[in-house]
């Protein structure tokens, strides 16, 4: 199991409590839901595979993921090399916007 740094896990706490306080409605009737994201977290944080609840919410919140680009804290959060690794597991794939 790797060892995470409390600077890592700060910044997964800070961007977890940012997704649950914000929520993005998006014209085209899909609700984005950052806070839907969270189920991912032990997988961006350890090398747990990720869950089948990650998954599903990935694949669901796809449509959002160009909004959550345009915010800084969730563009870090979502370039990371870990939740790219996620994302790419799960076989979604994070568009150019």
């Given at each position: 199991?790797?060892?995470?740094?409390?600077?890592?896990?700060?910044?997964?706490?800070?961007?977890?409590?940012?997704?649950?306080?914000?929520?993005?409605?998006?014209?085209?009737?899909?609700?984005?839901?950052?806070?839907?994201?969270?189920?991912?977290?032990?997988?961006?944080?350890?090398?747990?595979?990720?869950?089948s609840?990650?998954?599903?919410?990935?694949?669901?919140?796809?449509?959002?993921?160009?909004?959550?680009?345009?915010?800084?804290?969730?563009?870090?959060?979502?370039?990371?090399?870990?939740?790219?690794?996620?994302?790419?597991?799960?076989?979604v794939?994070?568009?150019?916007?």
């Amino acid at each position: 199991m790797k060892k995470v740094s409390g600077s890592f896990l700060c910044v997964v706490v800070m961007v977890a409590a940012m997704m649950l306080m914000t929520e993005v409605r998006l014209s085209n009737a899909a609700t984005c839901n950052p806070a839907a994201l969270s189920s991912c977290l032990p997988a961006i944080s350890s090398s747990t595979p990720p869950s089948s609840t990650c998954c599903t919410n990935l694949k669901q919140q796809k449509p959002c993921f160009c909004e959550y680009l345009k915010n800084p804290s969730m563009k870090q959060y979502l370039n990371s090399p870990s939740a790219r690794k996620v994302v790419s597991t799960c076989g979604v794939a994070i568009p150019a916007c």
